[in-house]
């Protein structure tokens, strides 16, 4: 798909109507009159999906009870959730499961890869990840190191996390020590993408073992997992797959791990045989020994009804649209609002970039109140960041000239400038 060229909206309303993707909005049910440009933060509710909830609240926990586990596919649910999940990343069947969140599925990734290593090259013992990395990436890898320290105090044996910034590439950060990489491959706040397999391939080459966070990437840019090589993949559910708030998040781990790896949140449904009761722990010999204890089966349900709408729609295509969407956005705000001092953050470079454009201005969080108020809901991250999610399979090329126009017209009127769009709520 090109991207359209033409500054009217009568022309993108043009471009609307031969967009292969548009009978996709159909598919969710967003309030009239509302701009959603925050689908990568919590997509919208797919259609079906209030009667999916209907049916396994009344009638497989209501009526079903717990028959259901067995009746009703619970029990099968993380990897039957999983072998669907593992189409859009490029995962094989058998190397993914839905479960828990993104920030402990990390916790098990690395310590997984920790432990392949302290067989493999005991002397690795750096974790490498970004400065700019969301930041329970960094907690949780900072939390991972101080525990394997606090367990070795005795010896010299100590881990560490390393940062990647601007004094530090990876390219001089991946020395003999780097046990374990572990990176984004869209950035949460600027939109930037790593090239996932030539880092793979660095990375393997440098004896590093990989883990990606496809937090802003799942179903919303083409991923290959296989393809790249990489050993962990880990991702949310909520964001570009529609899976509803707080939806439990996935975890892939590649096929060649599969059987040696191991993780420390040894509960039983990681068991070979959960209902075996035994008195051993014996791991599963496959993916489920990445699950930990039982699964929140009515918010795990609600997954499916996003997940099958991005089975259907061709990745080509939101990439391609995905692409243009993010282009005319940023031609706009610069021809629009050029003199009102929005910075654009994000990669021009289309190989660089995922699917959200976010822009800085010293007054970023007041004017992304101030768009809410008018309907066009972005968001806003710390320092300054208004941030933009631009997701295909429900926003036009028109939505994206009214969204500027409303943009264009808060920045000239200062509409943002009154103290109740500076107010920090608690979730930003
Ligand atoms: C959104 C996001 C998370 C969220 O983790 P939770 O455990 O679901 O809160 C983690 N990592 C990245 C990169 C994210 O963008």
Redesign the pocket.
């Known amino acids: 798909m090109r991207t359209p060229t033409h500054t009217d909206r009568a022309s993108l309303q043009a471009e609307d109507a031969v967009d292969a993707l548009a009978s996709f909005r159909g598919r969710f049910s967003i309030p009239e009159g509302l701009i959603y440009l925050d689908g990568n933060s919590l997509g919208p509710l797919p259609r079906g999906a209030a009667e999916r909830a209907a049916e396994v609240i009344n009638n497989e926990w209501g009526q079903g009870l717990i028959r259901s586990w067995n009746t009703s596919g619970w029990f099968e649910m993380p990897s039957r959730l999983g072998d669907k999940l593992s189409k859009l990343i490029g995962g094989n069947e058998g190397e993914t499961v839905v479960t828990d ?4 599925n990390l916790f098990k990734a690395l310590a997984s890869a920790v432990r392949i290593q302290q067989q493999d090259a005991p002397s690795r013992r750096v974790i490498l990840t970004e400065r700019d ?2 930041p ?2 960094i907690y949780i890898a900072e939390g991972i190191s101080d525990f394997l320290n606090s367990v070795n105090a005795e010896t010299n044996e100590h881990y560490e996390v390393r940062l990647i910034d601007e004094n530090l590439s990876l390219e001089q950060a991946l020395d003999d020590s780097v046990a374990v990489l572990a990176l ?1 491959h869209v950035n ?1 706040r600027t939109g930037a993408m790593w090239d996932m397999d030539a880092v793979t391939a660095a990375a393997h080459e440098a004896g590093a073992l990989v883990i990606w ?1 496809l ?2 990437a799942a179903g919303a840019v083409p991923v290959d997992l296989n393809g790249a090589n990489a050993d962990y993949a880990v991702g ?1 559910t909520y ?1 570009y797959l529609n899976g509803g708030p707080g939806s439990p ?1 996935f975890i892939w781990v590649n096929a060649r791990h599969q059987g040696r790896f191991w993780q420390p949140l040894t509960g039983w449904w990681s068991h070979a045989a959960p209902f075996a009761m035994a008195d051993n722990y014996t791991a599963a010999n496959d993916v489920r020994r990445f699950l930990c204890g039982t699964q929140p089966i009515t918010s795990m349900a609600m997954i499916e009804c996003g997940l099958d709408v991005s089975l259907e729609a061709d990745m080509g295509l939101v990439r391609a649209k995905s692409l243009a969407l993010s282009d005319l956005f940023i031609a706009l705000v610069r021809e629009r609002c050029g003199e009102f001092g929005l910075e654009l953050v994000t990669p021009e470079d289309h190989a660089e970039r995922g699917s959200h454009v976010s822009f800085r201005h010293s007054e970023g969080y007041a004017i992304i109140q101030a768009l809410i108020d008018r309907g066009v809901i972005g968001d806003y991250r710390e320092p300054e960041v208004l941030r933009f999610g631009l997701t295909p399979l429900y926003l036009s090329f028109t939505d994206i000239w009214d969204a500027v126009e409303i943009l264009r017209d808060i920045l000239e009127t200062r509409a943002w400038d009154v103290p109740a769009y500076r107010t920090r709520q608690a979730v930003t």
């Open positions: 969140t993104t920030s402990l990395n969301f329970t990436d984004s949460y966070d937090a802003h949310c964001k998040a």
